[in-house]
């Protein structure tokens, strides 16, 4: 069964500083990988995702994430974090077992807390 | 354009009592799921249908959960009867799956946050 595993719990990080937030994941297949951030009180929202293609993919905010097969690692990474970064982030995989356009499950991390501070 | 809206945003029931938590996905969308978030167990999927159909719903805690989606711009969640451990913030989130075999990003609704006393 696929899997996501986010190894931290918390990550703090002054402003200005670049800053990574690690996930890890087992699936059979070819990984459909997305990340997606929560602020407090609010529904998740998409920041990015890797399909295929270019290794290094960017997304919203000055976010961006590399996919790593070899290591099996999607981390995002921003090369400057602000204190407005402060969210709990997620990584989550699809279901590469169901056909693309069939549209699988996302499979969701336990979530990092990322904590700017000025 | 109007999100993912849920109903009701906040809700505080007694033990037994019938919840209903409602969706109403981006129009359009033809994919939807019914997520659970809790500090101890993290974000868990429930269930989610393509085109109004169930497809996975192995994430349903028990009977005493249900879930329907009667057209494509409309869904629920029950729980019958209710208790304390099913406290939570329970998220709907929508997607467009297109014919060209094209998945879309979910879009969350604002979470529907049950207190179970």
């Known amino acids: 069964a696929q899997s996501v595993a986010q190894p931290e719990d918390q990550v703090n990080v002054a402003e200005g500083n670049p800053l990574t937030v690690k996930c890890t994941y087992s699936?059979?297949?070819?990984?459909?990988l997305f990340w997606y951030v929560q602020y407090p009180n609010r529904g998740l929202q998409f920041l990015l995702k890797y399909i295929t293609g270019d290794n290094l993919v960017k997304g919203s905010y000055g976010f961006e994430a590399e996919f790593n097969k070899s290591q099996t690692s999607f981390h995002l990474k921003k090369p400057s974090a602000l204190v407005s970064d402060s969210a709990l982030y997620f990584c989550a995989v699809r279901d590469p077992t169901k056909g693309y356009n069939q549209g699988g499950k996302l499979i969701f991390g336990q979530g990092t807390e990322l904590s700017v501070k000025p | 354009d109007a999100g993912v809206i849920q109903s009701p945003r906040h809700e505080v029931t007694e033990m037994g009592q019938e919840v209903t938590l409602r969706c109403k996905p981006i129009?359009?969308?033809?994919?939807l799921f019914w997520y659970r978030q809790t500090m101890m167990r993290g974000l868990e999927l429930l269930i989610y249908f393509n085109n109004n159909v169930p497809i996975d719903d192995s994430g349903m805690p028990e009977d005493r959960f249900s879930a329907k989606m009667p057209n494509a711009s409309f869904s629920t969640l029950k729980i019958q009867p209710s208790e304390p451990r099913d406290s939570a913030v329970y998220f709907c989130?929508?997607?467009?799956?297109?014919?060209?075999?094209?998945?879309?990003?979910?879009?969350f609704g604002e979470g529907s946050r049950l207190t179970v006393l």
């Open positions: 989130a929508s997607r467009l799956i297109t014919g060209q075999g094209r998945t879309g990003e979910l879009f």
């Open positions: 699936v059979s297949g070819n990984p459909y």
């Open positions: 129009s359009g969308h033809n994919s």
